[in-house]
Nanobody
Framework: QVRLVESGGGLVQAGGSLRLSCAAS????????VGWFRQAPGKEREFVAA????????YYADSVKGRFTISRDNAKNTVYLQMSSLKPEDTAVYYC???????????????????WGQGTQVTVSS
């Protein structure tokens, strides 16, 4: 069982930066792939980025590639999402999710993840 808690959301102007954190409980966190998803008002939840358990492999949605960076510190049981050059269309509730996985494959579909956090709001003003 893995419990996830997101933090770091807030209000930022377009062009600004934010760093989200996803803190996890559980001694086997390093064997979990972790993904970030987001859901804007009136829209479906969408994939943002994912990282392997070791942190060696990452995968990004085209909409955030080059602006967002996912990383992890397994000693702290935490995954980060560094967001730069933020745009108003990045406004959403951001969720982290985890799944036990020891392979090079990184899931990008919601159903592939077993554990979810409660979400943190990111608002980008124009």
């Amino acid at each position: 069982q893995v419990r996830l808690v997101e933090s770091g959301g807030g209000l930022v102007q377009a062009g600004g930066s934010l760093r989200l954190s996803c803190a996890a409980s559980g001694r086997t966190f390093s064997s979990n792939a972790v993904g970030w998803f987001r859901q804007a008002p009136g829209k479906e939840r969408e994939f943002v980025a994912a990282i392997s358990g070791s942190g060696d492999i990452t995968y990004y949605a085209d909409s955030v590639k080059g602006r967002f960076t996912i990383s992890r510190d397994n000693a702290k049981n935490t995954v980060y999402l560094q967001m730069s050059s933020l745009k108003p269309e990045d406004t959403a509730v951001y969720y982290c999710a985890a799944v036990p996985l020891l392979s090079d494959y990184l899931p990008s579909a919601q159903y592939e993840y077993d554990y979810w956090g409660q979400g943190t709001q990111v608002t980008v003003s124009s």
